[in-house]
């Protein structure tokens, strides 16, 4: 069994998964959103495409800050995530369309576009030199782009800490950071050197540090229970016993309480914010 999480896996029910906690993941990752659009060019009115769009939540704060007269649009492979998207844009009577697509081999169906943007939805091409080549197709001459990618996993323990307490209680396969999979441009130089490779131009990373609230703010026990339950280490923990499951889930536990704020568990994170131009 491979642990590389690929596009085809959200797809295939990990969509469902994610779905099934929205709510809570949005409130995590909300708080890299303000660094991803700082990084975008906003100020004049365009198209923009976001890739790996989720449940909307990234393009629906991505309309609301555009200049007036610019059209966002999400594409996802998941169509339970693009489903809420729908649902969240017309209840916020926003101006973004939403699209299940595969983008790594989908013709381009709109004229090409302005602005590419992911917040974590790259990392997971089987074929990451042609994605990105097919990506680069559909922005106009020009044309700028901002991708958000996790850094390494040692820096971003509030999700790799519980592939590490599973790790301690059941034997699993070392990972393997180059696959695909949330930590594969933890190092960003090999995704540099593909975007380089499919065209791009005038490349820049740069680093942002924070805190995430962990399940959107939860206390220790929660928080274990949710990053046990949403996060991809879930289908390797449905393998082990009950004894240890539970000894997994107190060993998260005891970790997150070094992390409590205010009873939530808010761990540190880091981020590659990688940009350039067509």
Partial sequence: MSDALQSRDWANGRGGKWQAQL???????????????DAMDLSRPGRIADIGSGGGGTSLAIAARAAAGS???GFDIAPEL???ARERAAAAAAPVLFEQSDVTVVDLPFPRFDQLVSRFGIMFFAEPAAAFARLADWL???????????????????????????????????PDWRA?????????DPLLALLAAAGFSGLHVEE??????????????????????SFAISERLAEADEAQRQTARERLTERFRA???????????????????R
């Fill in 23 to 37: 709510g809570a993941i949005e409130a995590m990752l909300k708080p890299v959103d303000r660094p991803l659009l």
């Fill in 71 to 73: 059209q966002v649009y």
């Fill in 82 to 84: 693009v489903a809420s």
């Fill in 140 to 174: 106009t001459p020009g044309g700028g782009f901002t991708f958000a990618v996790w850094g390494p996993a040692d820096d971003n323990l509030w999700m790799d800490g519980a592939r590490r307490e599973v790790a301690a209680v059941m034997n699993l396969p070392e």
């Fill in 180 to 188: 695909p999979g949330p930590f594969r441009y933890g190092d960003p």
């Fill in 208 to 229: 942002w540090r924070g805190r995430l609230p962990v399940g959107g703010g939860l206390a220790p026990e929660p928080a274990a229970d949710f990053a046990l339950s």
């Fill in 259 to 277: 992390h409590v704020s205010n009873g939530e568990v808010w761990m540190g994170a880091r981020v590659h914010l990688v940009s350039g131009r």
